[in-house]
């Protein structure tokens, strides 16, 4: 079925098939469905939204929920998993289309999976992969702009993600499934009332302040705080109870309130989940350390726009180190080509030395993004031999910053996390992947 489909696009022309691509995609989703007998209509299904903080989110909810005794399965940015095993996602894809959502959904009902979390962006809802999957419970955990020249506005952005709450009302109850089509959202997003105006039979809130906003009225509310980043983690609150983790940074105390909202939607107990996100591990390639023989840190995460960039800086600055050296790059394909030099700027302005890199150029000029980050990199007042250097080869970059590591210091590695590839011109994929290089280079 999925090779007939792509045969007909193949020898459908190029300005017809813009032309007839949102009825291609739906159709296509639905024959997916079809072939795979809608195994979503069999199992509770979790999706989660927002502009960051998803897949961690959906790697702390999976892990808390194994930690209550049930069996979950999941798609990713950077994970995968069928229920009986899990493996790095090498798709350079979260919402992957050709048939393989509803075929993970089919093996997670094959292996009996209690729970499916479905990380759902905004492209694959536009490509209609949000459709003939049934949702339970859908999670909003937080809006600022990304995707722009994708999606052509954030108006537009916005719109696409709220499609996804909208559907929940198509969502057919489940005979065998007692959970109530849910909406769970970050009362502190200045954009929640968006997301909660959509039906649903039951709404949770979380926040940290009080959440007093009008469209929140009815809807439950669970409150949590961060408190501290000290030497072993992150000290939070959740419901009520104080909680320690091994986490870094204030954004785990909500990606954590994220997914343990979710668990009390689920009808997990409170110390289930409380001990859950006491155990929680870190997730490949966000805030992954890979600590150095020679006594410095290696940080690799996932940042690659401004915000999550800030959010890691003020992170980092809890650690101390006495130098940051931050190897980070740009991505290709007329992704956001604006926030080039913004996180370039903002790593001239808070790291010691900045190292420009290749990152995932597709058919864009590498020389010309990485021109366009040190061009930030210099606004804020670095210059090459003074602080900025590039270095088109990644490994090579990688290297060159953990050979002037020091005691102390800590090297920052943005923008690939745990993706298995660099993506460059003609579809062509480079195996890589950001940790594995840190350890062969270290030998650790």
Not at 39 to 46: C, L, T
Not at 85 to 104: E, I, S, V, Y
Not at 340 to 363: F, L, M, Q, W
Request: net charge positive.
């Amino acid at each position: 079925m999925e090779r007939i489909l792509f045969f007909i696009k193949k020898y459908i022309p190029r300005r017809l098939f813009r032309t007839v691509q949102p009825f291609y995609h739906f159709v296509i989703n639905f024959c997916a469905a079809l072939w795979y007998g809608f195994p979503s209509r069999r199992i509770i299904v979790v999706g989660v939204t927002g502009t960051t903080g998803k897949t961690t989110t959906v790697f702390f909810l999976a892990h808390i929920l194994r930690h209550a005794g049930m069996r979950v399965g999941y798609t990713s940015t950077a994970l995968l998993s069928d229920g009986k095993r899990d493996w790095l996602n090498d798709k350079k894809m979260t919402m992957l289309g050709r048939f393989f959502t509803q075929k993970m959904l089919a093996r997670m009902r094959r292996n009996a999976c209690d729970v499916a979390i479905i990380e759902t962006t905004s492209e694959g809802i536009v490509q209609y992969r949000h459709r003939f999957i049934n949702y339970d419970i859908l999670l909003f955990t937080g809006l600022y702009p990304e995707h722009i020249e994708s999606h052509g506005s954030f108006d537009a952005y916005k719109a696409a993600k709220v499609r996804l709450f909208k559907h929940l009302a198509r969502c057919a109850k489940k005979r065998a499934v007692s959970v109530k089509k849910t909406i769970i959202a970050n009362c502190d997003d200045e954009h929640v009332c968006a997301f909660l105006a959509p039906w649903a039979e039951r709404k949770i809130v979380f926040s940290q302040k009080k959440c007093e906003k009008e469209c929140a009225r009815g809807a439950e509310r669970l409150r949590y705080a961060y408190k501290e980043t000290n030497d072993t983690g992150v000290k939070m609150h959740f419901n009520g109870s104080e909680v320690q983790t091994r986490l870094l940074g204030s954004f785990s105390a909500t990606n954590s309130a994220a997914a343990a909202s979710v668990a009390y939607a689920l009808g997990v107990t409170h110390d289930d989940i409380i001990r859950g996100i006491e155990n929680l591990p870190d997730v490949p390639g966000r805030m992954e350390r890979i600590n150095a023989p020679e006594g410095y840190m290696v940080i690799v995460d996932y940042a690659f726009e401004p915000v999550a960039m800030r959010r890691l800086y003020e992170t980092v600055a809890h650690l101390k180190p006495q130098r940051i050296i931050h190897v980070l790059g740009g991505t290709g394909g007329g992704r956001d080509r604006a926030r080039r030099p913004k996180i370039g700027a903002i790593a001239g302005k808070n790291a010691h030395s900045v190292i420009v890199t290749n990152e995932d150029p597709y058919d864009e000029d590498p020389q010309r993004i990485m021109e366009d980050v040190a061009r930030g990199v210099r606004a804020a007042g670095k210059s090459e031999g003074n602080g900025l250097v590039i270095v088109p080869d990644r490994r090579d970059a990688i290297r060159m910053a953990l050979v002037h590591a020091q005691a102390g210091d800590i090297v920052l590695i943005t923008g690939k996390g745990s993706e298995q590839a660099i993506c460059v011109a003609e579809g062509r994929m480079v195996p890589h992947d950001d940790r594995a290089v840190v350890r062969e280079i270290l030998g650790v």
